[in-house]
C-alpha cells in the first residue's frame, strides 16, 4: 500500500510539473504576439534558454537555499530516493523557472541576451529562493512569528507573492533601470503605438498558460490525498472573472481579453484553497480591472515601458492575491478561515521588498559593469538579426 501510495504521489506530481512546464510554451508565445516581428524569434529563444539555465542555478544554488536539499550524492544513492523527491524538484524548479519568463515579457525587444542570462542565474539561484524557504519552508522563524502575532502564519497556496508578485515587481525594477524602447515616447511625452504583431499567437500564449495553471494551482497540493476540488473550481471562477472584467474595462480589446483570465488566476493562486468560489469570482474581477487600470495607467501617464504588463498582471495582481487571501479566506466571507489578513499584509509587503531589492542590486550591477540594454542600431535593426542573425519570417525584411 506505501508503496502504491508513493508511485501515485509521484505521478501526480509528475503530471503536475508536465502541465506547468508546458506553461512556459504559453509565456513564449504570449510574448511572441505581443512583441514586434522583428523580435519574435528572441521572444521564443529567451524563454527556453532561461528555463535551461534557471535549472542550473536551481539543482546548484537555489533548491538548497529554499529547503536545505542537495543532489551531491553518487548516482545509487539518488537512485534509491523516493521517486517523489526527485519529481518534487522538477516541480518546484518550474514554478522558479517562471520568475525569468515573466521578466522576459517586461524587458522585451531592448535587453541585451546574455546579460539576462546571468540575471537569470542570480535570480533563480539567490533572490526568488530565499523568499520561497520563508515562505514554503519556515526559514528566519518568520513564518512562526506571524502565527503567534496573527494567530496564522502567511499563506500563499500556490504563489500569488511567491512566484508572481515576486517576478513581477522585479521585472518592474529591471524595466525601470532599461527605460523605454526607442520611440516609444515623443520627446513631448506622447505616447506611439507599437501593437502586437500576431493576435492570434497572442491567444494561444495564454489559452496555453491558462490550461496549464490548473497543474499550477491543483496540482500545488503535492500529493493525491491531499488534491482539492475546491481549487479547481476557485480557479475557474477566478479565470472567468478576469476575462470578463478586462473585456468590459479594456473595451473589447483582445490583449485585455486574452491577459484578464491570467490576471485572475494569478491573484487566486494564494487562497485557492480556502476560499468559497464567489470570493474567488470577486478576486477575479478585482483583478481583471486592476490589470487594465494599471496597464493603461503605467504606460500611457507614467511612461513605463513595460512592454507585455507584467508588472500589472503578475506584480500587483499577485500582490492583490496575497491580501485577497486573508479577505475571503475568512469564515465569515465564506471561507475556510485559518488565514489573518494583518499576516498577509505583512507577508506580501515582504515579498515586494526582497524583490523590489532584488531587481535593484542584480539588474543595477550588471547595468553597471556590462550594460543590460542593446546598442540603437541593433534595438533598430531588432533582436532577432541583431542576436540570433535571423528573422522569424527570412526573406521578409521590409516588416517589424
Known sequence: ?????????????????????????????????????????????????????ST?????????????????????????????????????????????????????????????????FLLVGFIYPFFEGITWNHHYGIQDWLHTTFGAEFHDFAGSVVVHAMGGWIALAAVILLGARHGRYSKEGRLHAFPPSNIPFLALGAWILTVGWFGFN??????LHAISGLVALNSLMALVGG??????????DPGFVHNGPLAGLVAVCAGSDVMHPLGALVTGIVAGLLFVWAFTLTQ???????????????????????????????????????????????????????????????????????????EVENEYDGADLSIHKITATPGNSSEE
Open 1 to 53: 500500500m506505501e508503496v502504491s501510495a508513493s508511485a501515485g504521489d509521484t505521478l501526480f506530481i509528475l503530471i503536475g510539473t508536465i502541465m506547468v512546464l508546458a506553461m512556459h510554451a504559453g509565456f513564449a508565445f504570449l510574448e511572441v504576439g505581443t512583441v514586434r516581428r522583428k523580435n519574435q524569434v528572441n521572444a521564443l529563444v529567451k524563454i527556453m534558454v532561461d528555463f535551461s539555465v
Open 243 to 252: 476575462t470578463l472584467a478586462a473585456l468590459v474595462a479594456g473595451k473589447n
Open 56 to 120: 542550473i542555478a536551481y539543482f546548484f544554488i537555489g533548491y538548497s537555499i529554499a529547503y536545505g536539499v542537495n543532489f551531491f550524492h553518487s548516482g545509487d544513492v539518488l537512485a534509491a530516493k523516493n521517486g517523489y523527491e526527485l519529481v518534487k524538484f522538477f516541480f518546484l524548479l518550474t514554478f522558479a523557472a517562471a520568475i525569468p519568463a515573466i521578466i522576459s515579457g517586461g524587458i522585451a525587444e531592448r535587453a541585451r541576451f546574455n546579460p539576462q542570462l546571468a540575471a537569470t
Open 300 to 374: 500611457n501617464r507614467w511612461k513605463i515601458d513595460d512592454v507585455l504588463g507584467v508588472w500589472p498582471l503578475h506584480g500587483l495582481c499577485g500582490t492583490w492575491g496575497g491580501l485577497a487571501a486573508g479577505i475571503f479566506g475568512m469564515k465569515a466571507l465564506g471561507g475556510m478561515g485559518g488565514v489573518s489578513l494583518g499576516a498577509q499584509i505583512l507577508g506580501t509587503l515582504l515579498g515586494i521588498s526582497i524583490a523590489l531589492a532584488g531587481g535593484f542590486i542584480v539588474y543595477g550591477a550588471l547595468k553597471l559593469f556590462i550594460g543590460i540594454r542593446m
Open 218 to 223: 491543483v496540482m500545488s497540493a503535492q500529493t
